[in-house]
C-alpha cells in the first residue's frame, strides 16, 4: 500500500525581530508533502545543512538538526494546505521555497 501523504505550509510566527530567530535565521515560507504537521517539521529540518556535514561545531548533541528553527513551534507554524496547488503523490520533500544551507557557519573561512 502506498504511503498517504498531505501538504503543509510552515510559516513564520515569530516576528522578524524576534531573538528568538538569533540561533536560526528565519527562511520564509516553506511547503512541504509529508505524513502529518510534525513530519512536515522534520522533513523541512532535514533539507537544512547538520554540522556533520561540515567543519562545524555542534549547537546539542550530536546533530544541529533538533536546533532547526523549523522543529520550534514559536518560530514557525504548521498548516495543511488544502488548495490543491501541490500534489500528495510523491516523495517526503520540500516542494515549493527551500531550507537555506547557511544556517551553520563552519568554523575555518
Known sequence: MEEQLKIYRLVPAAASDDPAWQNSPPQGEVVVR??????ARLVASEAEL???EIDAS??????TRDAS?????????????????FGA???????EGRARIDTIVPMQR
Open 89 to 95: 503523490d510523491g516523495a517526503r520533500e520540500i516542494v
Open 34 to 39: 509529508a505524513r502529518t504537521a510534525g513530519d
Open 50 to 52: 547538520d554540522f556533520t
Open 69 to 85: 528553527a523549523f522543529r520550534n513551534d514559536k518560530l514557525y507554524t504548521v498548516i495543511e494546505d488544502t488548495s490543491g496547488r
Open 58 to 63: 555542534p549547537a546539542e548533541g550530536n546533530s
